[in-house]
């Protein structure tokens, strides 16, 4: 199940009130209207942790990210876990300044990474760091008007860079500081901070999207043989289906080599795909999970005699991951980002169009029963409604026997590895 993710975004604007970037605020809840930070680590990890969860093309939608960051989060490797043209640190005015300290931005700032000076005001130790930033911002709520004239005036001379007044609440405010020569603008006189969250794909959830992302684009089975060797679990399971799948044959399967040659790049794109859909499943959707399993199959065994191998399993991730959203908590847009796939799929699952959607409103109308509707579909990819009825009993079949051979828990699907045709 996905874990809960939480942040609040507050625009950044320049002269004219277009969009120039968001700050990213820390926040526990969704009702949350401010930070209650007992740790400024904590805060800072979550921060870059959830912007990571949420998708940054998406929660920025091509602008930069301002986050705070203490002395301890600044010194960690997580600061390195966003790209570096993605993001602005905002560095605290908590942050004593050091020798260690400028090493470490002159440090970040090789790798591309940028900074603002949060809170600024006017004090000699601050001094060495106005060259390594390219923002300064202005705290002009809790100063009188003519100070921030006098600061801005003070630092030209070392700082090249650019101003952010923060906490313009009001218009008079924000027009004296356009005049004063501050170029971006941030406060409740444009936006309040908006609170955001998100199911977000937990780590097991992501190494099988990265996998079937590899699959989709990759001919040569060496590619994937590495990442899944990096990766005991998802071995351990491929060797154990890869040896299911070959029942029967003399020579067992022993290296993720022979599993790949074994299996194929579409069984094992259909494999991954069962395995990020059934995975762990709570008791409550354990019989989701078979339902999903049983669409899929249907939606592929009434494409059988009417399409090609590879639009066949493309019908049966169309039916798998019509229920995906429910299943892992996560709104298919986002899967769909993370996990690109086939525009008839996409249409299907998205739209409720394109060549594969009768397929599916098929599988729906049959899990309802819905004689009108099942005629309906039916006639229109030249099937019948005998033929939808035994594919339906045969989809059952397959799942059960899915669930059967690898040992069934108490919620159902665990673990996909049973024969994929």
Same mark, same amino acid.
């Given at each position: 199940?996905? *874990? ?47 912007t990571l969860c949420l998708g940054p093309d998406w929660l920025l ?6 986050? %705070?960051?203490?002395? /301890? ?15 602005? +640190? ?9 020798? #260690?300290?400028? =090493? ?8 591309? +990474? ?9 004090l000699d130790e601050y001094r060495p760091l106005l060259p390594m930033?390219?923002?300064? *911002? ?8 003519? @100070? ?18 923060? @906490? ?10 356009? =005049?004063?020569?501050?170029? +971006?603008?941030?406060? +409740? ?9 998100? *199911? ?10 990265? !996998?079937? %992302? ?21 071995? !351990?399971?491929?060797?154990?289906? /890869?040896?299911?799948?070959? /029942? &029967?044959?003399? @020579?067992? #399967? ?22 990020? #859909? $059934? ?5 409550? %959707? =354990? ?6 399993? $049983? ?53 299907? !699952? ?9 397929? !599916? ?50 919620? &159902?699907?665990? $673990? ?5 045709r």
């Amino acid at each position: 199940m996905g *874990k809960e993710t939480f942040l609040a975004r507050q625009p950044i604007v320049d002269a004219e009130h277009r969009l120039f970037a968001y700050e990213l605020l820390f926040r526990q809840s969704m009702a949350a209207v401010s930070a209650q930070i007992s740790s400024q680590l904590q805060a800072g990890v979550e921060v870059i942790g959830n912007t990571l969860c949420l998708g940054p093309d998406w929660l920025l939608q091509g602008r930069l990210a301002f986050i %705070n960051l203490d002395e /301890a989060t600044l010194m960690s490797d997580f600061v390195c876990l966003l790209p570096p043209h993605h993001v602005v +640190y905002e560095i605290l005015e908590t942050v004593p300044v050091s020798p #260690v300290l400028i =090493a470490r931005i002159r440090e970040l700032r090789q790798l591309g +990474y940028r900074f603002a000076l949060d809170d600024f005001v006017c004090l000699d130790e601050y001094r060495p760091l106005l060259p390594m930033v390219d923002f300064v *911002k202005l705290d002009v709520l809790e100063q009188h008007p003519e @100070k921030t004239v006098e600061i801005i005036a003070h630092i030209q001379r070392d700082f090249k860079g650019q101003f952010i007044a923060e @906490k313009v609440e009001t218009r008079e405010m924000f027009e004296l500081c356009r =005049a004063s020569g501050i170029q +971006y603008f941030q406060g +409740y006189y444009f936006a309040r901070p908006e609170n955001l969250a998100s *199911k977000s794909i937990q780590p097991g959830q992501l190494a099988v999207l990265e !996998l079937m %992302n590899k699959v989709r684009t990759c001919e040569d089975l060496g590619e994937i043989e590495e990442p899944l060797r990096r990766n005991a679990a998802l071995t !351990l399971r491929l060797l154990r289906y /890869a040896n299911s799948a070959a /029942a &029967g044959l003399r @020579k067992q #399967v022993h290296t993720v080599r022979q599993a790949l040659a074994q299996i194929g790049l579409m069984t094992l794109y259909r494999w991954l795909a069962l395995l990020l #859909v $059934t995975a762990n499943p709570t008791p409550t %959707n =354990a019989l989701l999970a078979r339902t999903a399993v $049983t669409r899929g199959r249907l939606c592929e065994l009434l494409g059988r005699p009417r399409l090609d191998r590879q639009a066949q399993d493309e019908l049966f991730i169309t039916g798998l991951f019509s229920l995906a959203e429910p299943l892992m908590e996560i709104p298919l847009a986002r899967l769909l980002e993370q996990l690109p796939m086939p525009n008839p799929v996409v249409q299907a !699952l998205v739209h409720q169009s394109g060549p594969y959607a009768p397929f !599916l409103k098929l599988a729906e109308a049959s899990e309802r029963s819905d004689f009108a509707q099942i005629a309906r579909y039916a006639g229109e990819i030249a099937s019948s409604p005998d033929e939808v009825n035994v594919a339906q009993l045969q989809s059952l079949a397959w799942t059960e026997e899915l669930a059967s051979e690898v040992a069934p828990t108490a919620v &159902g699907l665990a $673990t996909p590895e049973a024969g994929l045709r």
